[in-house]
């Protein structure tokens, strides 16, 4: 089945600062690539997610590129604000719905 | 509009009790999804459903879990004997069709003693 690593695990950046989380995943099959953001105690939120016939997409701060060939897949957050701080999960999917997450980046973005 | 709700919201179990987690997806949403996250881990998937089907039940860890979505809209996961390792956060999530994005709702943390 799907495997999907995350690094790093913990990411701290000066405010301002840009932030980088790469993903590699193991199934050929996958599709679709989610992002989550996960405050303390609160639920997964979506940030921004990409498909296979896409190498990139960016939403104002937030961007994600796709290699497949590689089998990678990065978040880039650019102008990092305190608010940014949480836990930032990957996921992929080969379309069957289900997803399989990275183990998490807790990013912490200091004033 | 409302999200994905779930109750309770916390939930303390004596090991070997019974519990059901409930599940109110957006309305209208056709896919919902269970999942387990563990205390600083990623969600694991634990089932599916389309409608009322249960699709995919390969996450679930044994045979004391079970779930259902009778009528297509709530869901309620259910545990039964409870054992120490069955502690973490159960997290539900809505799709409006299988391939759409999909919203999580706040989580059940069960705590079993």
């Known amino acids: 089945g799907e495997n999907v690593e995350q690094h790093p695990s913990t990411l701290s950046v000066q405010e301002g600062d840009s932030a980088v989380i790469k993903c590699t995943y193991s199934?050929?099959?996958?599709?679709?690539f989610p992002w989550y953001k996960q405050e303390l105690g609160k639920r997964p939120q979506l940030i921004i997610d990409?498909?296979?016939?896409?190498g990139e997409k960016k939403d104002q701060r937030i961007a994600v590129t796709l290699n497949k060939t590689a089998k990678h897949f990065s978040l880039h957050i650019t102008e990092t604000q305190p608010e940014d701080s949480a836990v930032y999960f990957c996921?992929?999917?080969?379309?069957?719905?289900?997803?399989?997450f990275g183990t998490g980046t807790r990013l912490l973005v200091s004033p | 509009g409302a999200g994905v709700s779930q109750s309770p919201r916390y939930k303390v179990a004596k090991r070997g009790q019974d519990v059901a987690l409930r599940c109110d997806p957006i309305?209208?949403?056709?896919?919902l999804f269970w999942y387990q996250q563990a205390l600083g881990q990623g969600p694991e998937f634990l089932t599916y459903?389309?409608?009322?089907?249960?699709?995919?039940k390969s996450g679930l860890p044994s045979d004391r879990f079970f779930a259902e979505r009778p009528e297509g809209s709530v869901s309620t996961l259910k545990i039964q004997r409870t054992q120490q390792e069955d502690s973490a956060v159960y997290l539900c999530?809505?799709?409006?069709?299988?391939?759409?994005?999909?919203?999580f709702g706040p989580g059940t943390r069960l705590t079993v003693l």
């Open positions: 999530a809505s799709s409006q069709s299988p391939t759409d994005t999909q919203y």
């Open positions: 199934d050929s099959a996958s599709n679709y």
């Open positions: 990409i498909r296979s016939n896409v």
């Open positions: 996921a992929a999917s080969n379309g069957f719905q289900k997803l399989v």
């Open positions: 309305s209208g949403h056709v896919s």
């Open positions: 459903f389309q409608n009322e089907a249960q699709l995919d």
